[in-house]
């Protein structure tokens, strides 16, 4: 059984429809950790070596958050800049989180479609995500792909339930091993695995 | 040659002095007694050197009149209106109850009613040389005993006018009147005038040199000081202050309570600095001068007649002026131990009375052995002064402190800290040790004897002393610093001390701490910015706490309360504003809660408090999102 551990970012939690029910849908979970990067740190001074501690005590790290200004809420960037440190997380003597795996669970207010090169938007969510795609690479650790909920705004009751559902059972998938590497490799998102996996 | 004769003099008055006074400060005794001891020993008792020391007398009491013009530059005239209390009360009532216990004991000796009360008047006074020295050398000026004992001199020289009037109309009690025209001429020729001439004389001369002093002089200045040539400068002080001088003489004022109003009329020019280092050194070498003179003039010869008289009737006006003082002291409520400090400032006679004894010998008051014997039992006793404050400050105080559980103060060894900070409780240990943790050198002071007792066993650096003393500052190496961190629970002592640094050392930085938003518009006034309310901050942050207990998320809470900390600062820069504008409708200090909750509270209608609609999640955007559910949304927000 793997450990998996949700970095959480939601500055206004409060406001929140989605990543509430998402979050909420999961943190029953056993071997799932949620850190609420907001909650945890208001004023945004990250305790660095608590964090170390948690990543080193899980295998799976999940990055959720909304997908503000085609990337994650500020707390993440400053997350990444504080806590992967050189010679801990990256460089010769850094090889701490060598062998994770790491995911983006994300939502967006813009439908799938907008997504693309044909799309208002240009750009695929993927596309969009490589900078966290190459700092995990950086890492030594594997990037999947992306849990993506879309057209937040405009989403129906039953819709949402639907992405509940699909989250809870692709954390419990992921944690009890039932993925391998190659299974990520023909899939865009995770939301596809449903097809294949259920 | 008459030259020669005059540079022998300058040679032995220069040389006693520059041999005696560094002698007399290094034992701890001050100038004033090196003065003293120096004009003993040349005088004609001990060595010879000098004959009639009385003309050197008159010409250096010149350094008296230069000394009040220079006190009074450092003198506001709102300072001063804030005085008036303890000038009129504190001053009025140290020469009346003198004069009065002093009359009844003269009585007692059989002396005529008329003679008493002139010995009572006469006595009375104090040394305005000898106490301003004393306290500008020892950096109490702007101590609270220093400022009492200068309102008390500031009141005896007023007293003065009165008092020369009066001599000769109580010379003509229970005596055949015997008031001579050359009397008369004594007083100035305004004198012979009707007194509503008078009057109206004095205070059309005081008005002139306040307009002069106001509007005419600092032009003369700058047109003065753009020549470049400073010697003109120098000559024109000195032609302001001895014209000034002059002036009042002939009006029949003191010269010297003149030259303070022309002082402090200037007080606020940009020319004080300039004309206080233009004065000073002659201000210094005459008043030297004058204290040789007075040590020179000790009539030895009578007192080694009947030594015993002679120390019984100084030790008896030192006592009364000592006990009068003291018990004033209390009645006006100076902090314990400073009224041993006052007492002991003023428990001498006045050079005043010099002038007075001669001028009451004139009057026939008093005949030649009884004004030789008031001679000299006053110069004895402003010899004695020196002596009289340094007993208070090695045995009185000490004991003192000791009753009230304090420490001598504290000689600081860093000099070159650049952080200095005043104020080691519940507030400033908090700012010590966050800046000893990143290393920066501090200087840590607190009067408070046992909070550093306690500190000093937790390993803390930190030194006993009152910063609202100059020299306590100058002991801490203020002209090395960076910063001065005001961090003390005092907070009228701290503005005094922020007022005093920002004035004398502008590169130091001040940081303080302020009691409520009134008191950091008088730190504003005194352009120090970097002020903080010691209850607000800690105050917003259990607010926050509250929120989260309330259902806030802790970011929400950070966010709600740093909003309310920003719209607080703006609401305050508003209020300064007003403050500014209506200074005295703040300055009641009763209502000072109460005005301050209803003027925050009405300038903050123009502000909102609430976190603003934060860019996330915002409910226009899902609206537009709805509505626009058939085209493609751009995303910026989730």
Not at chain 2, 184 to 189: F, H, Y
Not at chain 2, 323 to 331: E, H, K, M, P, S
Not at chain 2, 340 to 361: M, R, T, Y
Request: charged share 20%.
């Amino acid at each position: 059984m793997k450990k998996i551990l949700i970095l959480f970012a939601h500055p206004a939690y409060q406001k929140s429809i989605i990543n509430k029910a998402l979050i909420n849908g999961v943190r029953d979970l056993k071997g799932v950790t949620i850190n609420d990067l907001y909650e945890k740190y208001p004023d945004f001074f990250i305790d660095i070596s608590a964090e170390q501690k948690l990543l080193l005590q899980h295998d799976i790290i999940v990055w959720h958050h909304p997908f503000y200004w085609y990337s994650a809420p500020s707390i993440i960037k400053e997350w990444m800049d504080l806590v992967l440190q050189h010679g801990f997380a990256y460089g010769r003597q850094g090889r701490a989180l060598e062998g994770k795996w790491v995911m983006s669970a994300i939502s967006t207010g813009g439908r799938a479609e907008v997504y693309s090169k044909t799309g208002s938007n240009h750009f695929t969510v993927n596309e969009f995500l490589a900078p966290f795609n190459q700092s995990v690479s950086l890492c030594r650790m594997l990037y999947l792909p992306p849990f993506v909920t879309h057209g937040s705004h405009t989403i129906t009751g039953s819709q949402l339930d639907g992405q509940v559902s699909a989250y809870r059972q692709l954390l419990i998938l992921l944690r009890d091993e039932k993925l391998q590497a190659e299974d990520f490799d023909k899939i865009q998102y995770m939301n596809q695995l449903k097809a294949t996996h259920a | 040659m008459h030259n020669q004769e005059f540079f022998l003099q300058a040679l032995i008055y220069l040389g006693a002095a520059v041999v005696t006074v560094p002698l007399a400060k290094k034992l701890g005794l001050g100038s004033v007694l090196g003065y003293l001891l120096a004009g003993i020993i040349i005088g004609p008792f001990v060595l010879g050197w000098v004959g009639q020391a009385d003309e050197v007398m008159h010409f250096a009491e010149f350094g008296v009149v230069l000394m009040l013009f220079i006190i009074g530059l450092e003198l506001e005239p709102a300072l001063l209106w804030r005085m008036r209390r303890s000038i009129f009360g504190l001053g009025g009532l140290q020469v009346l109850v003198t004069a009065i216990v002093i009359t009844v004991i003269a009585l007692m000796m059989n002396f005529q009613i008329n003679r008493a009360i002139a010995i009572g008047l006469i006595l009375a006074l104090s040394s305005t040389a000898i106490v301003l020295q004393t306290l500008s050398e020892k950096g109490l000026l702007r101590n609270v005993a220093g400022r009492s004992a200068f309102s008390v001199l500031l009141f005896q020289d007023i007293a003065v006018i009165p008092i020369l009037a009066l001599l000769p109309l109580i010379a003509t009690l229970g005596q055949p009147a015997d008031i001579s025209e050359s009397t008369l001429s004594n007083l100035g020729k305004v004198a012979q005038m009707p007194g509503w001439l008078q009057l109206l004389i004095i205070f059309g001369v005081i008005a002139v040199i306040v307009f002069i002093g106001r509007f005419v002089a600092r032009h003369i200045f700058r047109l003065i000081a753009e020549t470049g040539l400073h010697e003109v400068f120098v000559a024109m002080a000195l032609l302001m202050v001895i014209g000034i001088a002059l002036v009042m003489d002939f009006i029949g004022l003191s010269p010297a309570l003149g030259t303070f109003i022309a002082g402090v009329v200037l007080a606020d020019s940009e020319y004080r600095h300039e004309l206080e280092t233009t004065i000073d050194p002659f201000k210094g070498l005459l008043l030297g001068l004058f204290f040789i003179s007075v040590g020179a003039s000790i009539n030895f010869s009578l007192f080694i007649e009947n030594p015993l008289l002679i120390v019984s009737l100084v030790l008896l006006l030192i006592v009364i002026k000592f006990t009068v003082l003291l018990i004033l002291g209390r009645i006006f409520r100076l902090k314990k131990g400073f009224e041993f400090l006052f007492a002991f400032l003023l428990a001498q006679s006045s050079e005043f009375s010099f002038v007075l004894i001669s001028f009451s010998k004139q009057n026939k008051l008093f005949d030649e052995y009884t004004s030789a014997l008031l001679l000299l039992v006053v110069t004895l006793s402003m010899a004695v002064s020196p002596l009289l404050l340094i007993f208070n400050d090695k045995a009185v105080s000490p004991i003192l402190a000791r009753w009230q559980n304090k420490l001598e103060y504290d000689e600081v060894e860093e000099q070159e800290n650049p952080v200095i900070l005043a104020g080691f409780g519940r507030f400033g240990l908090v700012i010590g040790r966050i800046l000893l943790a990143n290393n920066f050198k501090v200087t840590i002071l607190d009067n408070n004897p046992s909070n550093v007792e306690v500190l000093r066993n937790y390993g803390f650096k930190l030194y006993f002393g009152d910063v609202t003393r100059p020299q306590m500052l100058e002991n801490a190496g203020i002209k090395n610093a960076r910063m001065l961190i005001l961090s003390m629970a005092e907070h009228d002592d701290a503005l005094k001390v922020a007022s005093y640094v920002r004035e004398k050392y502008p590169h130091v930085k001040i940081l303080a701490r302020a009691k409520d938003i009134f008191h950091v518009f008088e730190y504003f006034k005194l352009d120090v910015r970097t002020v903080q309310r010691e209850m607000f901050e800690s105050a917003s942050e259990l607010g926050a706490k509250a929120l989260v207990e309330l259902g806030f998320t802790r970011y929400e809470a950070y966010r709600a309360t740093r909003t309310f900390n920003h719209h607080e600062e703006l609401v305050t820069s508003e209020l300064y504003k007003h403050w500014l504008e209506d200074h005295q409708k703040f300055m009641r200090e009763t209502q000072r809660f109460r005005e301050q909750v209803s003027e925050t509270l009405q300038a903050e209608k123009n502000y909102s408090i609430h976190d603003s609609e934060c860019a996330w999640d915002v409910d226009t955007l899902k609206e537009e999102a709805l509505s626009n559910s058939k085209k493609d949304t751009p995303d910026s927000k989730s």
